[in-house]
């Protein structure tokens, strides 16, 4: 069942092309230029009358919810904010009638997201929910359901679960930045054409995941590990310290990259790794000054930027290139050789990966 991998999570990780393919084929008209929503048939006037939107998760959902703000509030102009889902319940939350609430969960059971869904529907909001599942509670819950067509996932650290939320919450800030005329037909048409290329530039990120595994060999005794980005590339940080923490154990942190010098740079010494990601074109200046804070206390820098990138490569130690594309659909991309670098390390550390201790799939309790 696993298909000849030695775990779910890597052939989960090898699935992805297929996963965000399935996910993406059915929202996108036939001229491929433009975002469709069948399940959601919104007006102009459905969209207007967002005043602001919540989007509330838990776990890795959370980080695709602090993606979807930038995607969002960039493309659509919409105010967004993003809560874990334990939290926004016991905070009485500014929520009414204006308030669109996106509930993001993969398995549509966990039990916190679907409390903070039910509390979003008491004080009056519309929902939406963004999950897997068919057929799970929060689908059920919720006014309105996109559906991830990542197909089954096993292990319990996700991640096709996570790219393919990525790819639906990125064609919904299209559609609605389009529907309210924030968005020019001519950019939709920009960054879609360059999301349909990714299943396919994802091939790159394979062939080249040798040069991740000897990184995880490299870093595989270090206690910490620092994860810096700005912009997009700062949600993405999040996730990818998650993720090495979940499975592997190695504590891990993530940092805005103009933040590290408030403070968490007193932590960078000697050989610590910093994982430095600067892929988002319009800070990549900023964050080069935040690489060169780190190499100047003697950390070991991985860089992970676009592919044709010469300035970054000049600053740090090892570099992990992404197949080039818009702004907004580099993290999909990413994202994988963060996957791959907290699978590998899992796996040299000897750990249970598919089911890492203390972790659950689905967390059904509160
Ligand atoms: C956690 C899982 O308990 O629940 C995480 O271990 C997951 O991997 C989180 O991201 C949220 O799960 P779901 O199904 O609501 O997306």
Redesign the pocket.
């Known amino acids: 069942e696993k298909g000849g991998f030695e775990h779910f999570m890597i052939k989960e990780i090898f699935e992805q092309p297929k996963a965000i393919r399935d996910t993406l084929s059915c929202r996108v008209a036939d001229d491929g230029k433009s975002v469709k929503f069948d399940e959601l048939n919104w007006s102009p006037e459905d969209v207007n009358s967002i005043g602001k939107i919540m989007i509330t998760?838990?776990?890795?959902?959370y980080h695709a919810g602090l993606l979807a703000k930038y995607f969002i509030e960039k493309l659509a102009r919409i105010p967004v904010e993003v809560d874990i889902a334990s939290e926004y319940r016991y905070r009485d939350p500014l929520t009414d009638s204006k308030t669109l609430c996106i509930i993001?969960?993969?398995?549509?059971?966990?039990i916190d997201?679907l409390a903070a869904l039910k509390e979003a529907k008491r004080r009056g909001a519309r929902s939406l929910a963004i999950t897997n599942v068919v057929g799970s509670s929060i689908s059920r819950e919720a006014d309105q359901v996109v559906y991830t067509w990542a197909g089954p996932e096993i292990a319990?650290?996700?991640t096709k679960?996570y790219t393919t939320q990525l790819v639906a919450l990125l064609l919904l800030a299209l559609y609605m930045g389009r529907l309210n005329g924030q968005l020019s037909a001519e950019k939709e048409t920009e960054i879609l054409q360059d999301l349909q290329k990714v299943p396919e530039q994802c091939q790159y990120i394979f062939d080249h995941a040798d040069d991740v595994k000897q990184l995880a060999e490299k870093f595989k005794n270090k206690e910490d590990v620092f994860f810096i980005g700005r912009s997009m590339d700062y949600g993405l940080a999040m996730e990818g310290a998650l993720k090495l923490k979940?499975i592997s154990y190695i504590h891990a942190e993530a940092y805005a990259g103009g933040e590290l010098k408030h403070g968490t740079l007193a932590l960078i010494v000697d050989g610590v790794p910093v994982i430095a990601l600067a892929t988002q074109r319009d800070v990549e200046e900023k964050m080069i000054s935040n690489i060169k804070e780190v190499k100047a206390r003697n950390a070991q820098v991985v860089g992970v930027v676009q592919d044709d990138d010469t300035e970054v490569a000049k600053t740090v130690d090892y570099i992990i290139k992404i197949p080039k594309s818009d702004n907004f659909v580099m993290p999909v991309m990413t994202v994988i050789p963060l996957q791959l670098l907290a699978y590998y390390a899992a796996v040299v550390r000897g750990n249970d990966v598919d089911k890492p201790r203390n972790?659950?799939?689905?967390?059904t309790v509160e």
């Open positions: 998760a838990c776990g890795t959902a993001i969960s993969q398995s549509g059971e966990t997201t319990v650290a996700s679960a979940e972790l659950a799939k689905s967390v």
